[in-house]
C-alpha cells in the first residue's frame, strides 16, 4: 500500500532494465567506509540485485532482506537462497510492530541499505532517525532516492491522469509518492544523530532503446499508481497517451535511441557512537 493505492509490483518488470537499475547501488556501497558489520539488510530489497551487491561488499555478514511485494521476494528468494528474505513493511521492521519470520533477532544493525525504496514512505522526519536507532554504533545507513519528479517523464505522468477520463480515479495517484526534502533538510535531520552524513546528487544519463524503452522503465517503478486503479481498456489508453507525450519529451537520436535523465539522492550516515551499545 502506497499513498492509499494498493500498488502490484512485477520483478520481471523491474530487472527488464536491471543493469541500470543497480548501478546507483554499486556506487552507493562504494562510498560506504570500512565496517566491520556482523549483520546486514537491505529495506525494500525488491527481486535481490542490490541485496547482492550487499552481500558481496559484506562477504562475513549476516544477510536478509525485506520488500512488501511477495512477486519480489520470490524472485530474491531464487536469486539469492542462502539469503534470509521475508515480505515486510518497512515502518514495521523499523518499529518492530510485527517479526518476520526470517529474522527474528532482535539486534541492531551494522549496515541498513536502503535503495530506491524510501521516496515511497511519508514522514521521513520521523523514519530516518528511527533507522540510525536500528544500527550499531558505528554502523551506517546507505540511502539512495529517485530525485526525478520534476522531471518531464513524471511530470506527464500526473499531465495525462488529469487530462484523461480517468481523472477522478487517478485523483490520489499523483500524491503516492511525496516530493523528497533538500540535502540541507536531511543533512540536519541526521547530523545530530551521526559522527557523519555525507550527501551526494548524481544524475545518470541512460541510453535506452527508444520512447517505448522509457514507458517500460517507469511501467516497473513510477507509474505504478497511474496504472494500478485502472481496468485494463483504460490502463492501454493511459499508457497510449503517455507513450505520445513521452515521445515529444525526448526526441529520438540519430541512432533513435533516446537519453533518460535520472537525478538520484543518496546518503550514507554514520551512527555516532553509543557508550552502551554493541559494536
Known amino acids: ?3 492509499g493505492i494498493e500498488l502490484s509490483w512485477s520483478a520481471k ?3 527488464a532494465f536491471e543493469d541500470e537499475r543497480t548501478r546507483p547501488v554499486r556506487d552507493l556501497l562504494a562510498a560506504l567506509p570500512k565496517i566491520p558489520a556482523r549483520s546486514v539488510i537491505d529495506l525494500g530489497c525488491g527481486p535481490g540485485n542490490s541485496t547482492e551487491m550487499l552481500a558481496a561488499h559484506f562477504p562475513d555478514a549476516e544477510v ?7 512477486d519480489m521476494i520470490e ?3 531464487r536469486r539469492l537462497p542462502r539469503v534470509s528474505f521475508a515480505v515486510q513493511d518497512i515502518v514495521d521492521w523499523c518499529s518492530d510492530a510485527r517479526r518476520s519470520d526470517a529474522r527474528r533477532d532482535s539486534g541492531p544493525c551494522g549496515v541498513i541499505l536502503a535503495n530506491a525504496v524510501l521516496q515511497w514512505l511519508p514522514d521521513h522526519a ?7 536507532g536500528k544500527l550499531t554504533s558505528g554502523g551506517a545507513l546507505a540511502v539512495q ?6 522531471e518531464p517523464a513524471h511530470r506527464l505522468m500526473r499531465e495525462v491522469a488529469a487530462a484523461g477520463p480517468w481523472a477522478a480515479k487517478l485523483a490520489a495517484a499523483a500524491a503516492a509518492r511525496p516530493p523528497l526534502a533538500g540535502a540541507d533538510w536531511y543533512h540536519d535531520l541526521l547530523r545530530p544523530l551521526c559522527a557523519t552524513v555525507d550527501l551526494w546528487r548524481t544524475t545518470y544519463y541512460h541510453a535506452l532503446a527508444g520512447a517505448g524503452a522509457i514507458v517500460e522503465w517507469f511501467k516497473g517503478s513510477g507509474l505504478r499508481p497511474f496504472l494500478d486503479p485502472l481496468d485494463a481498456a483504460e ?4 499508457l497510449a497517451a503517455y507513450t505520445t507525450a513521452i515521445s515529444r519529451a525526448y526526441p529520438a537520436a540519430a541512432d533513435g535511441g533516446v537519453l533518460l535523465p535520472f537525478p538520484r539522492l543518496f546518503m550514507v550516515a554514520i551512527r555516532a557512537q553509543q557508550p552502551d551499545s554493541l559494536s
Open 75 to 77: 524472485a530474491a528468494r
Open 64 to 70: 536478509s532482506g525485506i520488500d512488501s511485494s511477495a
Open 1 to 3: 500500500m502506497v499513498g
Open 145 to 150: 532516492m529517485p530525485d526525478n519528479l520534476d
Open 126 to 132: 520521523s523514519l530516518l532517525p528511527a533507522l540510525i
Open 235 to 238: 490502463r492501454a489508453a493511459y
Open 13 to 15: 518488470q523491474y530487472v
